[in-house]
């Protein structure tokens, strides 16, 4: 599978040294405050189970299918996802944990469907990469492990067709 990479963006070591800055950062925010984490799957698995492992607070926690159509290694800007699947947590904050923000079309459905079914205490999103770019939606993340160029990742629970979740490192995909 390395043998696929362009080049390697981040080591395990380096991913999880930022891990623990990033936990500390959100342990010292929602410390005393009622914290659902809602995880989207499949692309943060990965960094979701390492991060909260280092958070060590009674937190919650919920997963969301979300799918992405990808043509390539573009986004088609189609999001899918069954909010009626969305738990309740009206008496909640609420983290959003993504693998990476791009376009910005995944976040800004998925904050705008928990704003207006769940209407939480509070909601932030947190991400392991952000791509630096205009976006399609104009929407940030509250937490970013690390900021790339635009370019295609995979890895660390990032897939292209699938393939290399479980890759340990973050890298760029070879042009076929
Ligand atoms: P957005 O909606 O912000 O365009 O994209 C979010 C989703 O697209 C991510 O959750 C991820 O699944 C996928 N995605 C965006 N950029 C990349 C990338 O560089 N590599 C991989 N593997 N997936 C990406
Ligand atoms: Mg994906």
């Known amino acids: 599978m390395h043998a696929d990479l362009d080049r390697v963006l981040f080591r395990e070591d380096e991913i999880a040294r ?8 959100i342990t010292t925010d929602y ?10 799957l499949n692309g943060s698995l990965i ?3 390492d991060l909260l492992r280092r958070i060590p607070l ?12 990808y ?3 573009e986004s088609s800007g189609q999001v899918s996802f069954d909010r009626s699947a969305l738990p309740k947590l009206a008496d909640r904050h609420v983290l959003l944990l993504d693998d990476i923000l791009d376009s910005g079309q ?3 459905a998925i904050v705008e469907a928990v704003r207006e079914d769940v209407k939480p205490l509070s909601i932030r999103s947190c991400v392991l990469l952000r791509k630096i770019k205009t976006r399609a939606r104009p929407i940030e ?5 690390f900021n790339i160029g635009d370019e295609f990742v995979v890895g660390y629970g990032l897939d292209y067709q699938e393939r290399y979740r479980n890759l340990s490192v973050i890298g760029v995909l070879r042009k076929p």
């Open 31 to 40: 410390m005393g405050k009622e914290l659902t984490v809602l995880a989207i």
């Open 47 to 49: 960094f979701m189970a």
């Open 106 to 108: 995944t976040l800004a």
């Open 141 to 145: 993340a509250d937490y970013v492990g």
């Open 71 to 73: 043509d390539e290694m």
């Open 18 to 25: 930022r891990l623990d800055t990033l936990a500390s950062e």
């Open 58 to 69: 009674p937190l919650e926690l919920d997963c969301l299918r979300v799918r992405s159509y």
